[in-house]
């Protein structure tokens, strides 16, 4: 939309070794808002590029998603919830990834607690986390409403692997209520 207004406001200094960002602002698309602060390292070397980051506050809409989606999500199946309000902290580099986030929509919420590493390879990624579910309406997001309701529990996973032949996890689940038919 060439009528559309995006604000930018950053404030940083540094190199490509290492660059200090005091504050990142951001607002456009429909309804898509960031603010955030951090340190990014290694950026001249891709293979070893990091830093850490605080998110106070990542908010965004479904159609904002879907937009930037584009077609990927298409035949999924999967349903975003109407917004998304995100805060935390990302620190790590391309081998290995640490997060502590907080995630709240207009579908429930989740706490995600976790270590993940190569990322970029879905046969050997590994991770260790634990995430906390309070009313995620799980149904809705699958394209399943009305046959599984919310769901408010914690679950932890340690394994490596995310397709069919190469997956191998052990998790824990305290499911404190879910809703089914």
Same mark, same amino acid.
């Given at each position: 939309n060439l009528d559309e207004v995006w604000t930018m406001d950053l404030l940083g200094e540094g190199t490509m070794d290492r660059l200090q960002i005091a504050r990142l602002q951001f607002d456009g698309f429909q309804d898509t808002r960031? $603010?955030?602060a951090g340190t990014l390292v290694g950026l001249a070397n891709p293979q070893n590029a990091?830093?850490?980051f605080s998110i106070y506050n990542l908010?965004?809409?479904k159609a904002d998603m879907e937009m930037l989606a584009g077609n990927s999500l298409a035949g999924t199946g999967i349903n975003l919830p109407q917004t998304v309000d995100v805060s935390g902290l990302i620190s790590g580099n391309t081998g290995r990834l640490n997060t502590r986030l907080d995630i709240n929509t207009t579908d429930?919420?989740?706490d995600l607690q976790g270590s993940f590493a190569n990322l970029t390879s879905p046969t050997s990624l590994s991770?260790?986390?634990t995430i906390r579910a309070s009313r995620l309406q799980?149904?809705?997001l699958q394209g399943m409403q009305g046959q599984v309701g919310p769901l408010t529990g914690t679950v932890s996973a340690n394994g490596r692997g995310v397709t069919p032949g190469t997956i191998n996890t052990t998790f824990q689940a305290a499911i404190a209520s879910v809703?089914? $038919?």
């Amino acid at each position: 939309n060439l009528d559309e207004v995006w604000t930018m406001d950053l404030l940083g200094e540094g190199t490509m070794d290492r660059l200090q960002i005091a504050r990142l602002q951001f607002d456009g698309f429909q309804d898509t808002r960031i $603010n955030a602060a951090g340190t990014l390292v290694g950026l001249a070397n891709p293979q070893n590029a990091g830093g850490n980051f605080s998110i106070y506050n990542l908010h965004t809409t479904k159609a904002d998603m879907e937009m930037l989606a584009g077609n990927s999500l298409a035949g999924t199946g999967i349903n975003l919830p109407q917004t998304v309000d995100v805060s935390g902290l990302i620190s790590g580099n391309t081998g290995r990834l640490n997060t502590r986030l907080d995630i709240n929509t207009t579908d429930g919420n989740l706490d995600l607690q976790g270590s993940f590493a190569n990322l970029t390879s879905p046969t050997s990624l590994s991770f260790d986390a634990t995430i906390r579910a309070s009313r995620l309406q799980l149904g809705k997001l699958q394209g399943m409403q009305g046959q599984v309701g919310p769901l408010t529990g914690t679950v932890s996973a340690n394994g490596r692997g995310v397709t069919p032949g190469t997956i191998n996890t052990t998790f824990q689940a305290a499911i404190a209520s879910v809703g089914y $038919n």
